[in-house]
């Protein structure tokens, strides 16, 4: 399969610099994801496999099919999903599973009024992997520390297709391989040789969405006690990230925590925050009286 869409390739037309850099803004504009001159071939290819997909052999004329009305904002969701890096699996971050564990659960539930409800957004959650962690962990820490909350966790992502795969719900073994077995047998289901499926308890927990997050002004979420967002921030130059976070943290109630992928900023603290200091992560609690 792979063998055929790249010899389709041969009767593409050739992407010169000017049409590039059309493409390029495009991404950046769209979606914020920044393409370095490196990836080029990237691009060329993966919109290639698409266009042969659907009969185009022209990078204009398909330029012009995406940015036309319905129908190409069909076709630009898609050439998104085939764009975008969803790579991630179960437990990716462990000390950011750890500082959940150690250090912020025990923290709320050791205040006077410890939260009745937990909500969480996981932002950037692609296929799922991450915020079905983010519920395992929150389960968990209820039953065997006797705590009495409930939660919800909104999971968001621009890729429908990823979305898909999370509400399904349904991964390879693969994925699982940082979940160990106590979790495992509590909240998977095998359901064939090679494939486990979410239990529907949890897939209850969990509510996915489709959100751009270069467009959260009219986001319908309201402020949540944490917010993760891991490996998506990677993708953005410095400006953007800044901005992202700005409107993340809007979103944080107060003692709220962010928690980031360890190195994705530097220097960014606006002073409605602080910075929690736990082994290997980049985290931040909105101040109290913020
Ligand atoms: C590498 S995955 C990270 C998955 C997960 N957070 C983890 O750490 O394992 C990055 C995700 O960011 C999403 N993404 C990229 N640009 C986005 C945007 N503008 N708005 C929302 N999601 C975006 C991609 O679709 C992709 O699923």
Redesign the pocket.
């Known amino acids: 399969m792979a063998i055929a869409a790249w010899s389709g390739l041969d009767s593409m037309s050739n992407m010169d610099d000017a049409l590039y850099l059309q493409w390029k803004t495009l991404l950046e504009d769209r979606?914020?994801?920044i393409l370095p001159n490196e990836r080029r071939s990237f691009l060329t290819t993966s919109l290639g496999i698409r266009m042969r997909e659907i009969g185009f052999t022209d990078y204009q004329l398909y330029y012009e099919h995406v940015l036309n009305g319905c129908e190409g904002a069909i076709e630009w969701a898609t050439l998104v999903d085939r764009l975008?890096?969803?790579?991630?699996?179960f437990f990716?971050h462990m000390a950011s599973v750890e500082m959940l564990r150690e250090l912020v659960l025990p923290q709320w539930m050791s205040e006077d009024e410890p939260p009745g409800t937990i909500q969480c957004w996981?932002v950037?959650?692609?296929t799922g992997?991450?915020p079905y962690t983010l519920a395992m962990v929150l389960d968990h820490f209820r039953e065997t520390d006797y705590c009495q909350y409930y939660f919800g966790i909104t999971a968001?992502?621009?890729?429908l297709a990823?979305l898909a795969t999370g509400r399904k719900g349904v991964y390879h073994s693969r994925k699982l391989r940082d979940v160990d077995a106590v979790l495992r047998g509590k909240y998977f289901r095998r359901v064939s040789d090679t494939h486990f499926e979410v239990n529907e308890a949890l897939r209850k927990r969990v509510c996915f969405a489709q959100?751009?997050?270069?467009e959260m002004e009219h986001v319908p979420i309201g402020k949540v006690h944490l917010i993760i967002c891991?490996?998506?921030l990677i993708?953005f130059d410095r400006k953007r990230r800044i901005e992202i976070l700005n409107n993340l943290v809007e979103h944080l109630l107060p003692g709220g925590v962010l928690i980031l992928?360890a190195g994705e900023i530097l220097g960014w603290q606006p002073p409605i925050i602080e910075k929690i200091e736990f082994n290997d992560t980049l985290a931040f609690r909105r101040l109290p009286s913020a």
Do not use: F, K
């Open positions: 979606t914020g994801m975008t890096v969803h790579e991630t699996r990716r996981s950037g959650c692609s992997e991450e968001s992502d621009i890729s990823s959100l751009n997050v270069l891991q490996n998506m993708y992928g």
